[in-house]
């Protein structure tokens, strides 16, 4: 897949979420909600400041991210579901 977001985008895929509650309850797809983690599989260049310059991201590649359940544009590509968005939709970097 060679897809280049552009300016302060990201490209990000959501991670599986668990089917099966703590107490042990199997949920049915229909009753899981979208998880709201990704990995980011591709950056743009940075964010175009007013005076010109470009302001790297400060998210990379590889980083595992928490967004909000409606951010991002839902976008299919190769049969895979993915999401752009803006980095300032990203609400935290999960750190291991």
């Known amino acids: 897949m060679n897809l280049r977001p552009l300016h302060d985008r990201v490209i990000v895929k959501r991670l599986d979420q668990e089917t099966k509650t703590a107490s042990g309850i199997v949920l049915p797809d229909a009753a899981a ?5 990704g990995k980011i ?7 175009i400041l007013e005076d010109g310059k470009v302001r790297a991201l400060e998210v990379k590649v590889g980083d595992i991210v928490l ?6 544009q839902t976008v299919k590509v190769e049969g895979e579901e993915l999401l752009v968005m803006r980095e300032e939709d990203i609400m935290a970097v999960v750190q291991k």
């Open 33 to 37: 909600e979208k998880p709201d983690q």
């Open 41 to 47: 599989l591709a950056v743009g260049n940075g964010k």
């Open 67 to 72: 967004f909000g359940k409606y951010s991002g």
